[in-house]
DNA sequence: ACCTGAACACCGTTCAAGT
DNA sequence: ACCTGAACACCGTTCAAGT
């Protein structure tokens, strides 16, 4: 009985094996996560997991199910007008972002993962309605979708993993940024100018600006693409 | 002296643990990769491997380093004129995805291992060459090549994890891409319509066009910026 | 300086056996 | 239908001991 977790309904269900894994991953990192642990958590004992599921790669595939459990789409707001569906998909950008950085602990393994649309279906119908909405054909509106989920989790990986690496080492944000800013600055200038030149730049903690710049660029791009 | 490497020179060092640490994750997969068995590709005992490194985790850092070897930046080429900042900008880009494609077995555990630029300097140094080359400032060539290789990386990492994990399963490209289709068209159309309509336009193995399509837009909005 | 053997605590998974 | 105990083959890592 100790253990047990409180969320969610009691039972020892597939959905409830996909959460404690889940937890487990965001308290403890990669190494916390075993059968045994995440039976614990369940209160039962490892090889009754194997009633429930397949084996430990199903069940990370249902831990990064559960992920996205959270996120739900911006309900339909105000109606769209010409010129918004741009700041609607910069909108559902940033959501995905934050709702991925908080699970930054778990992003790192569960990355890959999730194939855009197929695993978790959320993200990618919401990033295909505004596109839709904002008068692009089936196509281009694929391919934009596609696109952007793909760059929001490749920003959020190299976002998060340093993240909890540093917490993990003990380190703050700071220090993490300051020892990259070493690691580059020290680098042989001859072969490496450009690095050595823009450390700070490169190194700067303000993610949330680069972000933004990433995201104007490709919705910029799309911008074009749409007036052609 | 069975499974002693041919590549490289002889003894045990670091260079030989990270390649045969590679070359175990291309061939059998993260369950490939153990101390035991590094140790056994080098002929030694798994042991003796913590005088070398720490311990799993440097190896996989090593590793990530070893993945960037036969990375070498395009020679200078012709030299740049105003119109060629954009080619050479998509040829980087490409043979990037292209590197990371020929790793592909690896890329799931090593994604996220070789944050832009402090590990594996090479790529980096070449966006921000030719960024800097082609008139952009110190902070936008940092931003626009982080958002570059973030994006790269994010969609290798989807393209690759299927791909592996596909062949892992004894399935074609073409069935993995069938069957990625029927998943998408056999959710329900009242909660997911825009992925039931364009399940044929998200799963088709069309990757390079989908790589292009990306690539295009990010360096159109490039083109904004730089017009500004 | 470099390697080994043996050991420790821990894995994922299976399977007969229980209820 | 669901859970357990015990077992199997395998981990990563440490450490005294060898050369």
């Known amino acids: 009985m100790a ?8 039972g020892v ?9 889940l937890l487990l991953l965001e ?33 990370l595939d249902l831990a990064s199910d559960a992920l996205w459990e ?6 339909p707001g105000r109606t769209a007008t010409a010129d918004t569906w741009r700041d609607c998909l910069a909108t559902a950008s940033r959501r995905l972002r934050t709702h991925l950085l908080t699970h930054a602990g778990a992003v790192r393994v569960l990355a890959g993962r999730f194939a855009p649309g197929t695993r978790s279906p ?15 054909g089936p196509a281009d509106t694929a391919d934009a979708a596609y696109t952007l989920l793909t760059w929001v989790q490749g920003f959020v990986l190299h976002e998060a993993v ?16 300051a020892e990259a800013r070493e690691r580059l600055a020290g680098l042989p200038a001859d072969r490496y100018p ?3 030149e823009l450390a700070g730049e490169l190194s700067g903690p303000g993610m949330d600006s680069r972000f933004e710049f990433g995201l104007a660029r490709l919705l910029d791009g799309l911008e074009v693409l749409r007036g052609r």
């Open 3 to 10: 253990g047990r977790k409180a969320t969610g309904s009691p």
């Open 13 to 21: 269900t597939r959905e409830n094996l996909a959460d404690a894994a």
């Open 27 to 59: 308290r403890e990192g990669p190494k916390g996560l075993s059968m045994r642990k995440v039976a614990a958590e369940v209160g039962v004992q490892a090889a009754s997991l194997y009633w429930h599921i397949r084996n430990k790669e199903e069940l």
């Open 70 to 75: 959270g996120y739900t789409p911006l309900p």
């Open 122 to 136: 959320g993200p990618m119908e919401e990033m295909l309605a505004l596109l839709r909405r904002a008068g692009f």
């Open 162 to 177: 340093p993240m909890s690496a540093a917490e993990e080492h003990g380190a703050s944000p700071q220090e993490a940024a």
């Open 194 to 196: 450009h690095l050595v």
